[in-house]
């Protein structure tokens, strides 16, 4: 059983996805400092945040409601990172690792969420498409 957020998997690896995210926006512009770099640390740092907060809520709903804040989060800094590859920020970096970590992070909260709550229809099943 698990006791803390801290021995959750997901958490660990969004923590190593918060530094990885830090060193590749390090090289951005620096008139970026308040634009998408700001915003691109937040997203990422609101991942491992939002697992920490709703696992120390202490119900399922409230733990999945976060979850899915954190799976929202990630879908908002994988739009960030493809600007930032579009404007050739750091385009000495090589983005695939923070892309494959990203991706990582993602499925194993989708699976999470789908595991807490198995009777909630898929997204495209409840708008319809």
Known sequence: MIHSYKELVVWQKSMELVALIYKTTYSFPKEEIYGLTSQMRRAAISIPSNIAE??????????????????????????????????SFGEK??????????????????????????KAPEASEATGN
């Open 54 to 87: 709703g696992r120390g809520r202490g119900t399922k709903k409230e733990f999945t409601q976060f979850l899915r804040i954190s799976y929202g989060s990630c879908a908002e800094l994988e739009t960030q990172l493809e600007v930032a590859k579009k404007l």
């Open 93 to 118: 970096l090589d983005y695939n690792k923070v892309d494959i970590l990203l991706t990582e992070v993602s499925k194993m909260l989708y699976v999470m969420i789908k595991n807490l709550n198995p």
